[in-house]
């Protein structure tokens, strides 16, 4: 056994671990979403993460890896390795194709189950499929492909190192236009214009997800190494942790002087805002630095949430102000705090301005991509359910089934069409 033979394996090891604990960020998902909603809509958002994990994964197999890391056309999209399948040795990785597909689709899933939060309790499920299947297939692999796939973007010089940008900002502006296409929920705002409160119905299950979430990130980001042997694995994750650590801080201590009150969902967001802040410069910044980049990004996510109050926009998980805004301040930071040509620290604008650039386009690209898909879904099927179904709770109107049971013994079926027949 050679060394480098010694190497890939470990490296392949490392790689497969790390896009497990993203995998599992999906339950996550799960849990901190069923917690910030309403009982009755539990089931309905399991169902949907489940259909991220398993129609996103076939998708992004069948064309979306493909379009993300193919050879480049133009620096706009990739031509093949649809189904993993051609020449793909342009992939200079010692780790195997196969092995990098594995990473690549536990970020794809990641993605959508962002939008999944702000359309909460209120979208048509079969819609959802659709979407899901537009997000996995082309609006995320594209604006992947500029910025991490040999696109015009990457060649620019932009600097994402695990996805500030190409997933929670596209992926947040996502969930902005479909929560503001379909509209809040019944009751959600006066005829006034006064918010109402929704109350979370599981407050500990949503902070479970917040803590599964907080675990996966270490993979999210130390994973994208995608070496084992890669020197900068301690720094990512320590820098990862005092992100996180400081955003959640921070609105713990803002609504404690400001409200009187700490706020559990805020804490709870303000954690995965620092999270988010931090993805795209965890290679790239000093330790004082991340902390920073916490901070604010806990601030943003405060100003942003309470920005969409006021516009009367309903996201009812905070994923706009926690993945977008938050997003978008951890990859201009790159630019300005980056070791290696940062603003503070070099003096040079070429990144922050490339890092702004890309910005606007994954922002709009998003945004527009995913206004425009629900428009076209919406020709075919509602988006929206019915006043009904969102009345009943999504889980008995698409699932049929509801979250938990006080019922001891099996529910006893009876059959009346013997008895309607006799009649007859």
């Known amino acids: 056994m050679t060394i480098q033979t010694l190497n890939t394996g470990i490296d392949t ?33 399991i169902m949907k993460v489940f259909a991220d994990i398993t129609i996103g994964t076939l998708c992004f197999y069948l064309i979306g890896f493909g379009l993300m890391y193919g050879k480049d056309a133009f620096g706009l999209l990739g031509t093949n390795g649809f189904m993993i399948k051609g020449d793909l040795s342009h992939l200079d990785f010692l780790i ?3 092995t990098f597909w594995l990473f690549q689709a536990a970020f794809v899933i990641a993605v959508i189950s962002i939008v999944s939060g702000a359309v909460a309790e209120r979208i048509n499920f079969r819609a959802y499929i659709l979407y899901a ?9 594209v604006a ?33 236009a479909a929560a503001m296409f379909i509209g809040p929920r019944k009751g ?52 990862t942790m005092l992100s996180a650590a400081s955003g959640g801080a921070t609105a713990m201590l803002f609504t404690l ?6 706020d559990a969902p805020s804490v709870i967001n303000g954690s995965l805002a620092g999270l988010v802040g931090i993805t795209a410069g965890c290679a790239f910044v000093s330790d004082s630095f991340a902390i920073l980049i916490g901070v604010v990004s806990g601030l943003v996510m405060l100003f ?22 938050s997003g978008i301040w951890g990859t201009i930071a790159v630019g300005l705090f ?76 009876e059959s009346n069409y013997l008895h309607y027949k006799e009649e007859d």
């Not at 299947?133 to 692999?141: E, R």
């Not at 006064?194 to 979370?200: D, G, I």
């Open 257 to 262: 002087f400001r409200y009187k009150r700490s």
């Open 188 to 239: 959600k705002f006066t005829p006034q214009g006064m918010s109402t409160v929704s109350l979370p119905s599981n407050l500990p299950l949503a902070s479970v997800g917040a803590f599964l979430l907080w675990f996966g990130w270490f993979g999210f980001n130390a994973g994208s190494t995608l070496s084992a042997t890669d020197a900068r694995i301690g720094h990512i994750a320590i820098v």
């Open 144 to 176: 992947g492909h500029w910025v991490w796939g040999g696109g015009w973007l990457g060649k620019l010089g932009m600097q994402d190192f695990a996805g500030s940008g190409v997933i929670h900002a596209l992926g947040g502006f996502s969930a902005l």
């Open 96 to 98: 195997s194709t196969d």
């Open 13 to 45: 090891i490392w790689v497969v671990l790390t896009a497990a604990m993203i995998i599992l960020m999906e339950g996550g998902f799960a849990l901190l979403e069923a917690g910030f909603v309403r009982h009755k809509n539990n089931v309905n958002i």
């Open 304 to 325: 942003a949430t309470h920005w969409l109050e006021i516009k009367q926009i309903d996201d009812p998980v905070g994923a706009f102000p926690v993945h977008a805004a």
């Open 338 to 413: 980056a070791t290696d040509n940062g603003l503070f620290t070099t003096g040079s604008w070429h990144l922050l301005g490339v890092q702004v650039l890309g910005l606007l386009v994954l922002c709009t690209w998003g945004f527009v991509l995913t206004w425009l898909g629900l428009k076209l879904i919406q020709l075919w099927i509602p988006v929206r359910s019915t006043e009904e179904e969102e009345e009943v709770g999504l889980d008995i109107s698409y699932h049929g089934m509801v979250a938990a049971f006080q019922e001891q013994e099996f529910i006893k079926y």
């Open 133 to 141: 299947i537009l997000m996995t297939i082309f609006i995320y692999p």
